[in-house]
């Protein structure tokens, strides 16, 4: 009697195979559309948060431009990191001593007192 009652079970469950099968792929689109969603707003408060990289902090200091210093900073790395060398490497960038000197001061200032600055010199820092 046991057998009988396994074959029908297992006709049954046969039976509802096609319609597990499609609340399964139901399921699966839901979890992908969601997924999607998820990282567009993602994507979307990410941009709005960094916002754009423009207004008085970004204007540049005695004619250094973030990217300009964002490079000389980069180009203290062959030189083991010593600052005493930047005024060398912005030079080689086409950089004056004291413009270099009072674009340095400033940039670090503003790297310090706004996020956006920072956020945008990272990413041009590291080349993200």
């Given at each position: 009697?046991?057998i009988?009652?396994d074959?029908k079970n297992?006709?049954?469950?046969?039976?509802?195979?096609?319609?597990m099968?499609?609340?399964?792929?139901k399921?699966a689109?839901n979890?992908?559309?969601?997924?999607?969603?998820q990282a567009a707003?993602?994507?979307?408060?990410?941009?709005?948060a960094s916002?754009?990289a423009?207004g008085?902090?970004?204007e540049?200091?005695?004619?250094?431009?973030?990217?300009q210093?964002a490079?000389v900073?980069?180009?203290l790395a062959?030189?083991?990191y010593?600052q005493?060398?930047?005024?060398?490497v912005?030079?080689?960038?086409?950089?004056?001593a004291?413009a270099?000197?009072t674009?340095?001061?400033?940039?670090n200032?503003r790297i310090?007192a706004?996020?956006?600055?920072a956020?945008?010199?990272n990413a041009?820092?590291?080349?993200?």
């Amino acid at each position: 009697m046991g057998i009988m009652k396994d074959m029908k079970n297992m006709k049954n469950l046969v039976a509802g195979a096609p319609d597990m099968i499609e609340e399964a792929q139901k399921m699966a689109a839901n979890a992908q559309q969601q997924a999607q969603q998820q990282a567009a707003a993602a994507a979307q408060q990410q941009a709005a948060a960094s916002g754009p990289a423009t207004g008085p902090d970004f204007e540049p200091i005695a004619g250094v431009s973030l990217e300009q210093y964002a490079e000389v900073a980069k180009g203290l790395a062959e030189y083991n990191y010593d600052q005493s060398m930047a005024p060398q490497v912005a030079a080689m960038k086409g950089i004056g001593a004291d413009a270099w000197q009072t674009a340095s001061d400033t940039w670090n200032e503003r790297i310090k007192a706004n996020p956006s600055v920072a956020k945008q010199f990272n990413a041009l820092y590291t080349g993200r």
